[in-house]
């Protein structure tokens, strides 16, 4: 079946370190988004690519970056993660009869 | 400037009666809208959707509600099940764009 994962599922960090979090989906979609979640905030776009080397800033986008090397995967950098960045990220990809395809989400901490 | 509003943070009812979760929105482009539902510790899960070209759609126990005049939409669950107790989001999108604009969010909780 096809599926979006995403990983690590928890991520601790200290500030000023480099993270990246993975996507993957066998949807083949050609659209994916990343995606924040905060108390009070709901869910937040970040970057958004409609096709592979196409990425896109979103609502919430500085010290974020994506590449898209393939139709498969969109990996979320944090350059310098700071303690704003302590959130909870979805993955999604999307087909436009059905809307958005979520991932689990990945619990990122940083100290 | 939010959007999409859902000004109800939460709603709690009774197994077996009507759930109604409400949605507001302000852009004028946005033509198409839906729903998704959330579990703790989960991504949030597709549920129902509905193009501005109609004014109702139905799946189930599940009813969107569009009306275009008032940029308002709702959402019907009956019966409400205890296995309904959830975070529900509205989301929308407009200009042939694939982005969707989320709302915040309104916890259902359905009591046995």
């Known amino acids: 079946d096809a599926e979006i994962t995403q990983s690590p599922r928890h991520k601790i960090t200290e500030t000023g370190r480099q993270v990246t979090l993975a996507c993957h989906q066998t949807?083949?979609?050609?659209?994916m988004f990343w995606y924040r979640q905060d108390l009070g905030h709901g869910l937040r776009l970040i970057h958004y690519?409609?096709?592979?080397?196409?990425?896109n800033k979103g609502e919430v986008s500085d010290g974020y970056s994506v590449s898209r090397s393939n139709t498969e995967d969109l990996p979320l950098t944090l350059e310098s993660a700071a303690s704003s960045q302590t959130s909870v990220y979805f993955c999604a990809s999307s087909n436009r009869a059905k809307g958005q395809f979520f991932g689990p989400g990945t619990r990122l901490t940083v100290l | 400037d939010q959007q999409v509003k859902q000004n109800s943070p939460s709603l709690s009812v009774q197994e077996g009666r009507i759930s109604i979760l409400n949605c507001d929105y302000t852009?004028?482009?946005?033509?198409?809208f839906l729903w998704y539902k959330k579990y703790p510790a989960e991504g949030p899960t597709f549920l129902i959707s509905i193009s501005s070209i109609k004014d109702k759609n139905e799946d189930g126990r599940f009813t969107v509600f569009l009306n275009k005049s008032a940029k308002h939409l709702s959402l019907h669950i009956v019966p409400s099940q205890p296995g309904d107790s959830a975070v529900y989001f509205c989301?929308?999108?407009?200009?042939?764009?694939?982005?969707?604009?989320f709302g915040k969010g309104t916890k259902l909780t359905v009591n046995p």
């Open positions: 852009n004028s482009m946005f033509d198409y």
């Open positions: 949807w083949n979609h050609n659209n």
């Open positions: 690519s409609y096709g592979v080397q196409d990425t």
């Open positions: 989301a929308a999108s407009g200009g042939g764009s694939e982005k969707l604009v």
